[in-house]
């Protein structure tokens, strides 16, 4: 019964690979984001998808390529991974509207650069 | 938009000492206001929030007030235990839109036994 859960947890790969994170979310909300949290334990956005469609799009690089295929996922591919990309990814999601905007995260994805 | 600014960095308190965070945000149409604690290795989790039609709100040792003219807002925790050491955000949004939440940057708290 998890509310918002990623895969993997941990993920360590080479310079230069192209990885894959998983995020599903079971609440029935209609907006799900992507952050990254690096070692000073900055939250940063990366991405926002409300109804399947991207509504926020920070300054990340173009070998980030978010796909959220329904409402209930949102998935992240990084190609050419950069050993500046080692950090914790969060997946979250919330519900527009009067009674919204809780964002549920899930447990965080590492990601280790080598 | 928006932007949160969010101090201490890092706070240490003696258990049983209150811990104050204080945060200012700049959009006026701002209108919720969520604190976030994440310990250690875990996930960020909603503490508490309020809304702007409210000047302050409790729950048990927590306690969040906000100054809509001042455009600040603050998390105060009393009587504070070792489990309350963890690394809190202060975010800041438009309630019920699409718009992201901003969070602010951090509040390493430490309770010292």
């Known amino acids: 019964d998890t509310a918002v859960s990623q895969t993997p947890k941990y993920l360590v790969t080479q310079m230069g690979n192209d990885k894959s994170i998983k995020c599903e979310q079971n609440?029935?909300?209609?907006?799900m984001y992507w952050y990254k949290q690096d070692s000073k334990k900055f939250l940063k956005i990366m991405f926002s998808?409300?109804?399947?469609?991207?509504?926020i799009n920070e300054t990340v690089p173009n070998r980030f390529s978010p796909k959220s295929p329904d409402k209930a996922h949102l998935n992240l591919h990084i190609n050419s991974l950069e050993l500046g990309d080692s950090a914790v990814y969060f997946c979250?999601?919330?519900?527009?509207?009067?009674?919204?905007?809780?964002?549920?995260f899930g447990p965080g994805t590492r990601l280790t650069v080598l | 938009g928006e932007n949160v600014e969010q101090h201490p960095s890092t706070l240490s308190v003696q258990e049983g000492d209150s811990a104050v965070i204080k945060c200012t945000y700049s959009d006026s149409a701002s209108n919720y206001f969520p604190w976030y604690k994440q310990e250690l290795g875990k996930r960020p989790q909603l503490i508490i929030d309020i809304r702007s039609n409210v000047g302050e709100k409790k729950d048990q040792r927590i306690a969040v007030t906000l100054n809509k003219t001042a455009k600040h807002f603050s998390l105060h925790i009393t009587e504070t235990q070792p489990e309350d050491s963890a690394v809190y955000f202060c975010?800041?949004?438009?309630?019920?839109?699409?718009?992201?939440?901003?969070f602010g940057s951090g509040t390493q708290l430490t309770v010292l036994p």
């Open positions: 979250a999601s919330s519900q527009t509207g009067a009674s919204g905007n809780e964002q549920f």
């Open positions: 609440l029935g909300h209609d907006t």
């Open positions: 998808y409300n109804n399947k469609e991207l509504i």
């Open positions: 975010a800041a949004t438009l309630r019920g839109s699409a718009r992201q939440l901003t």
